[in-house]
């Protein structure tokens, strides 16, 4: 059975097997995954990859690519793997360790998600830049005003071009007979580029 169709971001968050584990939710991975900007032989790290719902959105994007789903956490590396098996994504490398160390061993990327971090982010992004390609990009996804400030100063510091964008979900939930709306947590994306030649 095709679970997704479609070449457009977005899957619904029903979906996915969740578990107990945090998820990207539906709207958020739409913006996240057009700001990643990926081609279809794009080589993607998706750090702190949770349930794997933003490897899925990506691995069905780069279809000639392939995308890495780094994830410390056994419920997590299970849930990937399940979601994997259930999209019929062949494109996924589920890898089982943290970020930075782990990335030593990868092929250089196009594209780096980071969406969780074990509050190693400057370290994790110091690594990202020396991992990423010319032209590359690098997208963030912070809940918290300290992991945004961490994030700005340390792609301040590795002279990567970046902006930043709140987003701010709401839904509409049926309550008896009304319709209420009903607002998620506030996700900041701070989105970044590699762009000098000898930057690596």
């Known amino acids: 059975m095709i679970v997704w169709r479609y070449n457009t971001p977005g899957i619904p968050d029903s979906c996915f097997i969740r578990g107990e584990v945090p998820m990207t939710k539906e709207e958020i991975r739409t913006i996240v995954i057009s ?9 993607v790290y998706d750090i702190g990859a949770g349930t794997g719902s933003l490897t899925i959105e990506a691995a069905n994007l780069v279809n000639r690519g392939v995308v890495y789903a780094v994830e ?3 419920k997590g590396i299970e849930l990937i793997k399940k979601n994997s098996q259930k999209f019929g994504m062949n494109n996924v490398n589920i890898v089982k360790g943290e970020a930075p160390g782990i990335l030593n061993g990868f092929p250089l990327a196009d594209r780096i998600i980071v969406g969780g971090s074990g509050g190693k ?4 992004l110091r690594k ?3 991992k990423l390609k010319k032209q590359g990009r690098i997208v963030i996804t912070a ?3 300290d992991t945004l400030s961490q994030a700005k100063k340390s792609l301040e510091r590795l002279n990567l071009t970046f902006n930043i964008c709140n987003i701010a979900v709401t839904r509409a939930k049926k309550v ?3 319709q209420m709306l009903k607002g998620m947590n506030p996700v ?13």
């Open 35 to 43: 700001k990643l900007r990926l081609e279809s032989d794009s080589t």
């Open 72 to 74: 410390k956490d056994r």
């Open 121 to 124: 982010l400057d370290e994790i």
């Open 128 to 130: 990202g830049k020396k």
């Open 143 to 145: 809940v918290t005003i």
């Open 176 to 178: 008896a007979d009304y």
């Open 188 to 200: 900041f994306i701070i989105s970044a580029v590699k762009e000098d030649i000898n930057d690596r």
